[in-house]
C-alpha cells in the first residue's frame, strides 16, 4: 500500500492550498484517514482526521480554517487549507488505517503513511 501526497507549495500569509493523497495497493477497505504536520524542531501534531463514515476531527490551531475531506471511491483524502498563518509552516503527512486484501478475512488494520509534503507560509 502506498500513500502518495500532493498539492505543497509557497504561499504567502493569507493564503490557501489543498493538499491531496492517494492510497494505491492491495487495498480491501480503508478506515479514518488524517493529516499530520511537523514543523522544524517540533513534534509531530494532529491536524484533522476523517472516518470512513466522514465524521471528522480538528486541532484546535486549524478549526473554521481547514477543511479535511475524502473520496472513498478514489482512495483519496484532502485537506483545503485556507487564510493559511506562519506558524501552519510544516511537513504534512497523511496516515491511513487499511485492510488489505491479505487480511480481508480477519479485517486486520495496518496504519499506513505517506511521505510528507512541505508547506510554506511566508510573505
Known amino acids: 500500500v502506498q500513500l502518495v501526497e500532493s498539492g505543497g507549495g509557497l504561499v504567502r500569509p493569507g493564503g490557501s492550498l489543498r493538499l491531496s493523497c492517494a492510497a494505491s495497493?492491495?487495498?480491501?477497505?480503508?478506515?479514518?484517514m488524517g493529516w499530520y504536520r511537523q514543523a522544524p524542531g517540533k513534534q509531530r501534531e494532529l491536524v484533522a482526521t476523517i472516518t470512513s463514515g466522514g465524521s471528522t476531527n480538528y486541532a484546535d490551531s486549524v478549526k473554521g480554517r481547514f477543511t479535511i475531506s475524502r473520496d472513498n471511491a478514489k482512495n483519496t483524502v484532502y485537506l483545503q487549507m485556507n487564510s493559511l498563518k506562519p506558524e501552519d509552516t510544516a511537513v504534512y503527512s497523511c496516515n491511513a488505517g487499511v485492510v488489505t486484501l491479505y487480511n480481508l478475512y480477519s479485517r486486520k488494520v495496518d496504519n499506513y503513511w505517506g511521505q510528507g509534503t512541505q508547506v510554506t507560509v511566508s510573505s
Open positions: 495497493g492491495s487495498i480491501f477497505s480503508i478506515n479514518a
